[in-house]
């Protein structure tokens, strides 16, 4: 059996002993701690020279691993100077711990997150000097990088934004400063210990991952609780039981302990390495990284992922663009509200004009989402200032830059994919040129919104009760019409109607594009009816469902005076193809605004237009990617592939989604809304039945009636007195003749 005594300067309170077998050898292991006390640690190691096989030191400050290598702690260096002078073979458990580091990143981040686990992540390092060969590694799959060193070591008010500035600082200013009591000034100074303190606490909240270092564990957090570190991921080494407990009570979700644990107790790397070094009787010098690479992977020492409030769970992270439908949302805003009040007409164009040159912000922080597969998301909405309007008037390229500064504000965020919402999925070639420039994953959200739209479609029909549906797999005897067919959500709408209704009227005024969208049906679903169009008033009166898919960007598509009693409109375009106004006019026609999406969990955000925990299908296809952790260009271009929307309708569903309530431009409707439409329309539909009866009717031919014979009347002739005159009595006549 081979004797490992591994002296410790840390807390004597903790030793242990304990037998244990390892890499085939027997081993029997003491640790002894002695409070800080370098001069007994060097007795220590006096002592059990010749009587141990390794000593290991444990609890020492690690030299930094960039910058000078003078900088190393003094008691280290005494150490190590009598560690020269023994026969025994001495280790702090440099090597293992750099194998260690590497190795626990990249186990972690491809078996929980199939390689995505840290893409993207906003990550503190405490203390770059010492964690370097951590950062680097951590730096393939993140460029979000914050090292503290400079604000904890020299009270200097400044973060560390990027590997090369850690670089930087730790061979220029570091080295500089050292001899500088900077640190002992600026704490004594309240002001700046204040904007520190500011500073500190704004980076561990703003932080998804904490690097934590070994030694000086408590003093780094000490000043750190629920608000700055709940929910965080803390990747530190060798987490003992309090560690763990202290990191429990302040909010930590997951802990990542970077040193394997091979036994039942917890032991530093120091330990480790000196029960490797005994098992293969080599010196440290002797044992390459190879080697220990291979010890780790052939024993499986990996690295210990704890939990301290519930069973193994994954947090990942999107963002959503949004942006004003119409200056209405500019009105909204109390002070431009105000303002409106006292200022000319015009004054809200020139608000809607400015704003669409407004860079990109967040709107609202996203929270609580959970699916009941245990896995979590969180999130930012993202706004942009221009209407549909003003992105029409402008070329698409302005519309992609935005979009663009918009991706890089995401992965600043630690956004590991990004949705388009409304319009921005529209202009220009839909999403593909800014999936092709961006350095995030882009959905436009088209697959979801496509079968969210024939989702709610059928939930309402079935609510009103006017077509009767015999289960949810057969097909519904009745008619429905797609507005802006050859789109792509309309183009999947299509096909999708056309399996469950009889008859599908495709209307666009992109002909070419309905005839082969028709021969595509026909392979599909045989059996469907299909008919083509670029008039939709054509076929209004005769149908039963009709889903709006345009861009008309607010204008009217449709005569809705033209719609049959009880027809179902899904208007799924944003702006809205239908506005109030005309919605008002047919109280017996049920208008519902697309399929929006109850998200799973307790969801938490700005108001966005919705009923609580309630989002936009575009919205919920980028969520549902999130929590299954598959970050990729999903949906982008005018096409949307059909399998696709199967594939994303059945993610929706595993993660807990459901068609939430569905809704109005007035809110959510009730059962009494529905009702009460309903009956309007068999009203309606009965008044129109009877008048067409009535038409129909053959008119009943009138019995001829007698005729009297009927005298002539009579012609009385008057008879006019005749005058007559003497020539004598006539001078005037009488002149006239002369």
Request: aromatic fraction near 8%.
């Given at each position: ?7 410790s ?8 002993e304990l ?8 081993f029997?292991i ?27 030191l444990g609890?020492v ?5 960039i910058g000078?290598?003078?900088l190393?702690r ?13 026969h ?17 990143l990249?186990h972690?981040n491809?078996k929980l997150?199939?390689?995505?686990y840290?893409?993207n ?6 203390s770059?000097?010492f964690?370097?060969?951590l950062?680097?590694?951590?730096a ?8 503290a060193?400079?604000?904890i ?6 973060l560390?934004k990027?590997?090369?500035e850690l670089?930087k600082?730790?061979?220029g ?6 001899w ?8 004594r ?15 561990v ?9 070994y030694?000086?564990?408590?003093k ?13 991921i803390?990747?530190?080494?060798t987490?003992?039981d309090?560690r763990?407990?202290?990191l429990k ?11 394997p644990?091979i036994?039942q ?6 330990v ?10 080599r010196p ?7 080697d ?6 052939e024993?499986?020492?990996d ?6 409030f519930?069973?193994q ?5 999107f963002a ?11 009105l909204?805003?109390?002070?431009l509200?105000?303002i409106?009040?006292?200022?000319p ?6 608000v809607e004009?400015a704003?669409?040159?407004l860079?990109p912000?967040v709107?609202?922080k996203?929270?609580g ?9 969180e999130?930012?909405?993202i ?9 029409l ?8 830059r935005?979009l ?25 070639d839909a999403g593909v040129?800014v999936s092709?420039?961006?350095?995030i994953p ?6 979801l919104?496509?079968?969210g739209?024939?989702?709610a479609?059928?939930?309402a029909?079935?609510r009103?009760?006017?077509i ?6 057969s ?10 067919a050859?789109?792509s959500i ?7 109607l ?7 009227v ?9 005839l082969?969208?028709?021969q595509?049906?026909r392979?599909?679903?045989p059996?469907?009816k ?15 469902v009709?889903?709006?898919t345009?861009?008309?960007a607010?204008?009217?598509v ?7 009693p009880?027809c179902?409109i ?5 702006p809205l ?5 005309e ?12 399929g929006?999406i109850e998200?799973?969990?307790?969801p938490?955000?700005r108001?966005?237009?919705?009923p609580p925990?309630?989002t936009?299908?575009c919205?919920?296809e980028t ?9 990729e260009?999903?949906?982008?271009g ?13 993610l929706?569903l ?17 059962d009494?809304d529905?009702?009460?439409?309903a009956g309007l329309?068999?009203k309606a539909?009965?008044?129109?039945r ?11 031919k009138?019995?001829?009636?007698a ?11 008057k ?15 009488r002149?006239?003749?002369?």
């Amino acid at each position: 059996m081979k004797e490992i005594v591994s002296i410790s300067l840390g807390a004597s309170d903790k030793n242990y002993e304990l037998s244990t077998q390892f890499l085939g050898t027997d081993f029997h292991i003491r640790r002894i701690g002695t409070d800080g006390n370098v001069e007994q640690a060097a007795e220590l190691m006096k002592a059990w020279d010749q009587k141990a096989h390794v000593i290991g030191l444990g609890d020492v400050k690690f030299p930094y691993a960039i910058g000078s290598n003078r900088l190393v702690r003094r008691d280290t260096e005494t150490l190590l100077e009598v560690g020269k002078t023994l026969h025994t073979p001495i280790t702090i458990g440099t090597a293992m711990r750099r194998v260690a580091y590497e190795w626990s990143l990249r186990h972690v981040n491809y078996k929980l997150g199939k390689g995505n686990y840290f893409s993207n992540a906003r990550v503190l390092f405490m203390s770059g000097m010492f964690s370097y060969r951590l950062s680097k590694v951590m730096a393939e799959y993140t460029p979000n990088l914050i090292f503290a060193d400079p604000l904890i070591e020299k009270g200097l008010p400044n973060l560390l934004k990027s590997l090369q500035e850690l670089e930087k600082y730790a061979r220029g200013l570091h080295r500089f400063m050292q001899w500088l009591p900077l640190k002992a000034v600026t704490d004594r100074l309240a002001p700046l210990r204040g904007i520190d303190n500011y500073l500190f606490r704004r980076a561990v909240k703003e932080a998804q991952v904490v690097v934590i270092p070994y030694q000086d564990f408590h003093k780094y957090i000490q000043n750190f609780f629920v608000d700055e570190l709940g929910g965080k991921i803390v990747v530190t080494a060798t987490a003992y039981d309090d560690r763990v407990q202290l990191l429990k009570e302040r909010g930590v979700e997951i802990i990542i302990d970077t040193t394997p644990k091979i036994l039942q107790q917890v032991v530093a790397v120091n330990v480790l390495e000196a029960m490797i070094m005994a098992a293969l009787d080599r010196p440290l010098d002797e044992i390459t990284d190879d080697d220990l690479l291979e010890i780790v992977s052939e024993q499986r020492l990996d690295p210990r992922v704890i939990y301290p409030f519930s069973k193994q769970k994954r947090k990942t992270r999107f963002a959503f663009v949004i942006h004003p439908l119409s200056q209405q949302h500019f009105l909204k805003v109390k002070p431009l509200e105000f303002i409106s009040r006292y200022a000319p007409k015009n004054f809200i164009n020139w608000v809607e004009k400015a704003c669409a040159y407004l860079p990109p912000f967040v709107y609202s922080k996203v929270t609580g989402i959970k699916s009941p597969c245990g896995a979590e998301a969180e999130g930012w909405l993202i706004t942009v200032g221009g209407t549909p309007k003003q992105m029409l008037a402008k070329a698409p390229e302005f519309t992609y830059r935005q979009l663009l500064q918009a991706a890089e504000l995401a992965k600043s965020l630690g956004a590991q994919i990004m949705g388009l919402g409304a319009f921005t999925k529209i202009v220009g070639d839909a999403g593909v040129t800014v999936s092709r420039r961006a350095d995030i994953p882009i959905t436009t959200g088209n697959s979801l919104s496509a079968a969210g739209a024939i989702w709610a479609a059928v939930e309402a029909v079935k609510r009103m009760k006017l077509i009767k549906v015999k289960s949810r797999k057969s097909r519904i005897h009745a008619k429905a019409m797609v507005v802006g067919a050859s789109g792509s959500i309309g183009a999947v709408c299509c096909r999708l109607l056309a399996q469950m209704f009889d008859q599908v009227v495709m209307v666009d005024i992109r002909d070419a594009r309905l005839l082969a969208l028709k021969q595509i049906i026909r392979e599909e679903t045989p059996q469907a009816k299909v008919t083509v169009s670029t008039r939709a008033d054509k076929y209004l009166a005769d149908m039963d469902v009709i889903v709006t898919t345009t861009s008309a960007a607010g204008k009217s598509v449709l005569d809705i005076m033209k719609v049959k009693p009880g027809c179902v409109i899904t208007d799924v375009a944003r702006p809205l193809d239908l506005s109030p106004e005309e919605v008002e006019k047919r109280p017996d026609v049920l208008v519902i605004e697309s399929g929006e999406i109850e998200l799973p969990g307790n969801p938490e955000m700005r108001d966005i237009g919705l009923p609580p925990r309630v989002t936009y299908a575009c919205m919920a296809e980028t969520i549902a990617l999130a929590l299954e952790g598959r970050f990729e260009t999903y949906t982008v271009g005018r096409e949307i592939e059909w399998q696709k929307v199967n594939d994303i309708y059945d993610l929706a569903l595993k993660h807990g989604m459901k068609l939430a309530a569905i809704s109005g431009h007035k809110g959510v409707f009730s059962d009494e809304d529905f009702a009460q439409v309903a009956g309007l329309a068999k009203k309606a539909l009965a008044e129109k039945r009877k008048k067409a009866l009535q038409a129909s009717r053959p008119r009943p031919k009138k019995k001829p009636v007698a005729l009297q014979p009927v005298e002539k009347p009579k012609k009385i002739l008057k008879k006019r007195p005749v005058v007559r005159s003497t020539y004598e009595e006539q001078p005037m006549a009488r002149a006239a003749m002369h």
